[in-house]
């Protein structure tokens, strides 16, 4: 049972944001972080990252800037709507020292939940993608 006034968490969540966002700022001054839009498919100019992150229409063509540009142990990932991007992008993975190599399919559909059970609902307008996991050895 819950007592009292519901109370916000908005000043926490606030508080919280503000102290991430500076956390941010502090990284990307550094050096150590950087976000934007990377012209990637021409080369990656940092060495010895940790990781790559990529959603672009052809990630495959990155695979072999990534591998020179990753530190051994750090990750690669992509994000691709569409299987194809994802064989193409398999296939170049495999000509490179990458392990742990693994696809998963995300995929949103809603839930009925009822008194006598619960399970997804028939009709589905449903969204998908994949995300290809790969470490450099």
């Not at 399919?105 to 939940?113: A, C, D």
Request: include cysteine.
């Amino acid at each position: 049972m819950i007592r009292g006034r519901p109370r916000s968490t908005q000043s926490r969540s606030s508080a919280a944001s503000d102290v991430y966002k500076r956390q941010v700022q502090v990284r990307i001054e550094q050096g150590v972080l950087r976000f934007g839009r990377l012209k990637v498919a021409a080369g990656i100019d940092e060495k010895d990252i940790d990781l790559v992150s990529l959603d672009l229409p052809e990630p495959h063509r990155v695979v072999g800037h990534a591998f020179e540009a990753l530190s051994a142990g750090g990750f690669v990932v992509s994000f691709s709507p569409c299987i194809e991007q994802v064989i193409d992008f398999r296939r170049e993975i495999s000509k490179y020292d990458y392990s742990e190599v693994k696809t998963i399919e995300t995929i949103i559909r809603e839930y009925e939940v009822k008194e006598r059970g619960t399970r997804p609902k028939t009709r589905m307008l449903g969204h998908t993608g994949f995300m290809t996991f790969a470490r450099k050895i």
